[in-house]
Nanobody, 125 residues
C-alpha cells in the first residue's frame, strides 16, 4: 500500500511558476505509473500529466502541454510537476495519484489506485 503527500502549492501571479512535489511511502514506488490531476470548484477532476514507471514516457493534457513538466526520482520516491507560465485557469486543487494500470488508461482517474490529499494552486490575474 502506498501513501502520497503533495506539497508546493500556493498563490502565484499569472505568468509565474510553481513546482509541486508528491512524496510516496513504501518500497514499491517504482512499480507505479504516476499522474497529476486537478479539480477546480464545481468542475470534475481532470487529467494533467502522467509519467511511466521508469520515467521514460510522459503524457500531458493539451491545456498544459509546453508549460508543465512531470518528472520522477525513484530513489527519492517522489514525483514532481513543474508548472511554468501559469494562468488563472490553472487554479485548482492538484492531486497526485499512483496506479498499476495500462498506459492507455492513464487519463482515467478511476484507474489509479492511490491518491494524495491535494494541494491548492491559486493563480491571480
Amino acid at each position: 500500500q502506498a501513501q502520497l503527500v503533495e506539497s508546493g502549492g500556493g498563490l502565484v501571479q499569472g505568468g509565474g511558476s510553481l513546482r509541486l512535489s508528491c512524496a510516496a511511502s513504501g518500497r514499491t514506488f517504482s512499480s507505479y505509473a504516476m499522474g497529476w490531476f486537478r479539480q477546480a470548484p464545481g468542475k470534475e477532476r481532470e487529467f494533467v500529466a502522467a509519467i511511466s514507471r521508469s520515467g521514460g514516457m510522459t503524457y500531458y493534457a493539451d491545456s498544459v502541454k509546453g508549460r508543465f513538466t512531470i518528472s520522477r526520482d525513484n530513489a527519492k520516491n517522489t514525483v514532481y510537476l513543474q508548472m511554468n507560465s501559469l494562468k488563472p485557469e490553472d487554479t485548482a486543487v492538484y492531486y497526485c495519484a499512483a496506479g498499476a494500470m495500462a498506459w492507455d488508461n492513464l487519463r482515467t482517474p478511476t484507474e489509479y489506485d492511490y491518491w494524495g490529499q491535494g494541494t491548492q494552486v491559486t493563480v491571480s490575474s
